[in-house]
């Protein structure tokens, strides 16, 4: 399924706290666990997802992925959540960023995370480690890989910013979306309302509540 100019343009201004809170019946089921971070605070990525399904301190894997995915994807890299060895570095960014690839996630660690910060590529990885890999075994891609504790299909729609990663199963990212705008407008219409002066006790009727539990 393609990634419309339109749904792209939508995500590109949601947070994921919005998505992750409306993605799947199951709280959290979609969202990465908190290790997966940015190297820039400041990055936002949306992309479907091309796996790769990588050999823990092995890159070569990582260098498949790059020449698999393109313009618009992000890569999601399975090193089983290994942080012995940097998988990924400067230039595997800058390729990655010559290919217009959106994003890079990887469970593992990278190296060179200045420069990765200076190219303005979205990096999200579990940890930092300078050590090199070896580059021996070939890599399974687009198969199902879980990342970040979250099982994550090709094609599926990935969004990350300061905050972590929510993936969004294909079949459901319509009702998804639809659902995240909605809550979105909300907040901002309670932005708005608190800036009238209005609590947030009286919004969310936890004053009610308050006295309910009391």
């Known amino acids: 399924m393609i990634l419309t100019e339109e749904n792209r343009r939508v995500l590109d201004q949601l947070p994921t706290g919005n998505i992750a809170d409306n993605n799947n019946s199951v709280p959290h089921q ?7 971070k940015p190297i820039d605070p400041k990055s936002h990525m949306v992309g479907r997802a091309v796996t790769v399904q990588c050999y823990p301190g092995d890159n070569l894997a990582l260098h ?23 998988h990924f570095g400067d230039i595997m960014a800058l390729a990655c960023k010559v290919r217009g690839i959106a994003g890079v996630i990887i469970d593992g660690s990278c190296r060179d995370a200045e420069d990765i910060k200076e190219l303005g590529l979205p990096v999200f990885v579990r940890a930092f480690q300078p050590s090199g890999t070896v580059k021996a075994s070939l890599g399974k891609v687009n198969v199902p890989v879980v990342c970040g504790g979250v099982n994550v299909r090709p094609g599926d729609l990935i969004v990350g910013d300061c905050d972590g990663v929510v993936v969004i199963p ?15 407008d909300k907040e901002k219409k309670i932005v708005e309302q608190l800036k009238q002066g209005k609590t947030t006790l009286e919004i969310y009727g936890f004053d009610r509540l308050i006295q309910k539990l009391s």
């Open 30 to 36: 979609g969202t990465m666990d908190a290790g997966i």
């Open 64 to 86: 498949q992925g790059i020449y698999a995915a393109n313009a618009g994807d992000v890569l999601v890299f399975d090193c089983h959540g290994y942080t012995g060895a940097g």
């Open 170 to 184: 294909q079949d459901q990212e319509d009702e998804v979306i639809e659902k995240a705008c909605g809550k979105f």
